[in-house]
C-alpha cells in the first residue's frame, strides 16, 4: 500500500498471504478467564439476523475522514475510536485490555464513509467483566451503526448482515471483502463462539457488515 493511499484512505485491504494473516490476528484475544460468550454459532458460519423488507439504498461514499467515536444506538453501544495499527506477526492490534471500552479503527484500511472496507475491532469481555462490544451479536440487519468522524461529521451506515465466523473454517475474502463494489462498507468484529480455555481464545468472531446509507454534515455555528 502507498503512502499516498494510508493519507487518503483510498487503499484496499491486505491481498494473499497478509490477508489471511490480518484475518487470524483478529482471533486471539480472549482472556484468561471469561464473563460470557457472544452470540450463538451453528456450524461453520451461522447467521445472526437477515435482512427483512427493503433496505436503504446506499450513498455516495464520502472523502476520506478518520473515525472518532462509534455508535449502536439499538444495543446499547457507544464508545470512542482509536487508531491502531499491525502487530510483528501481521495481525490488527486491538486496543489493550485496561481500554476495553475504546473500539480499535484498522488504520491502514479504509476510513468509515469512504470507498472501501472499513474495519472497527473491539473486545466482547476482560477477566471480570464485559467489554465494548459484548452487545455487538444482539444487533440486527436494519439497524443503524453512527460514526463521528474527525471532520465533525457522522456517517450512518445500515446493518445488512450479522455473522458468526468459525476460527477452523473462514473465506478472508468474504469477511472482509466488499458486498458490492465501489460501495463505502463498515465491519464490527469481536469475538464470538466458546472460549477454549486450553488455547486461551475464542471458536469464532461476530462479524456486523453495514454500507454507508446517510450523512450528516457538520454543523459550523455561527
Known amino acids: 500500500m502507498s503512502d499516498t493511499d494510508r493519507r487518503t484512505g483510498s487503499g484496499r485491504l ?4 497478509a490477508f489471511a494473516a490480518l484475518l487470524l490476528g483478529l482471533w486471539g484475544w480472549g482472556p484468561d478467564s471469561v464473563v460470557g460468550t457472544s ?8 447467521a445472526v439476523g437477515r435482512p427483512v423488507g427493503e433496505r436503504p439504498v ?14 449502536v444506538p439499538s444495543v446499547g453501544i457507544g464508545a470512542p475510536v482509536v487508531s491502531r495499527g499491525l502487530d510483528v506477526t501481521g495481525a490488527v492490534e486491538p486496543p489493550p485490555y485496561e481500554e476495553s471500552g475504546t473500539v480499535g479503527w484498522y488504520e491502514g484500511g479504509a476510513r468509515p464513509g469512504a470507498t472501501g472496507t472499513a474495519l472497527l475491532v473491539g473486545h466482547v ?11 455487538l451479536s444482539a ?7 453512527r460514526v463521528t468522524r474527525s471532520d465533525g461529521s ?3 451506515f445500515t446493518i445488512d448482515d450479522v455473522r458468526v465466523y468459525s476460527r477452523e473454517k473462514f473465506d478472508a475474502r468474504k469477511v472482509y471483502g466488499p458486498h458490492e463494489p465501489d460501495r463505502a462498507e463498515l465491519r464490527l468484529i469481536t469475538c464470538g463462539g466458546t472460549f477454549d480455555r ?3 481464545t475464542y471458536t469464532a468472531n461476530v462479524v456486523v457488515s453495514a454500507y ?6 457538520a454543523r459550523h455555528d455561527g
Open 139 to 145: 444487533a440486527r440487519p436494519g439497524e443503524k451503526v
Open 212 to 217: 454507508l446509507t446517510d450523512v450528516e454534515e
Open 198 to 200: 486450553e488455547r486461551r
Open 154 to 156: 457522522v456517517a450512518e
Open 39 to 46: 452470540g450463538p454459532m451453528t456450524g461453520d458460519i451461522a
Open 125 to 135: 469481555d476482560t477477566r471480570t467483566e464485559p467489554a465494548v462490544f459484548y452487545d
Open 14 to 17: 491486505l491481498t494473499g498471504a
Open 58 to 71: 446506499a450513498r455516495d461514499p464520502l472523502e476520506p475522514a478518520d473515525p472518532r467515536r462509534v455508535d
